[in-house]
């Protein structure tokens, strides 16, 4: 009769064991797969980076081979800075290139711009004309730099 105990009790115990083995084995494979998946964010977070200071490289680039305008140039790097939420770190480095943001960036572009009346576009015109006179030299040396940029 104790025999029997025994028996069933020790059955009991190796099925317990065996399925606290199993439980192990699949948390240390969740394990596994967590680390893989964040590996691969981090891959596809550093790819989406250099890509993006690849484009700030290339819109420099463009700029001092008057491929691109500078008010343009300005404007798309200003912004992929802040997608990149580096602005707050390279304001200093490129200090041109943002004060003729600040100077442009609420302009209105394309069918908004059509929309305005002529002297509003004018007047806008002159502005980022006066600001791109006064800092030109000043952008296209940082741009030089930028040309560069390696975050």
């Known amino acids: 009769m104790y025999t029997i105990f025994i028996i069933l009790g020790l059955l009991i115990i190796t099925a317990l064991s065996a399925y606290a083995i199993y439980l192990l084995l699949k948390v240390k494979q969740q394990k ?19 890509k993006l200071l690849d484009n700030i490289r290339y819109i420099a680039q463009a700029m001092l081979e008057d491929r691109c305008e500078v008010s343009e140039g300005v404007i798309r790097i200003a912004k992929l800075f802040d997608i990149l939420g580096l602005t707050d770190q390279v304001i200093a480095d490129y200090p041109s290139l943002f004060e003729h943001y600040k100077v442009i960036k609420e302009h209105p572009i394309k069918e908004q711009r059509k929309s305005l009346h002529k002297q509003q576009r004018m007047q806008l015109d002159y502005l980022r ?15 030089k730099r930028l040309s560069q940029y390696q975050g």
């Open 129 to 143: 004309m006066r600001s791109e006179s006064k800092l030109t030299v000043a952008i296209l040396d940082e741009a």
């Open 32 to 50: 596994q797969q967590a680390i893989q998946a964040k590996k691969e964010q981090e891959k596809t977070v550093k790819e989406r980076l250099d």
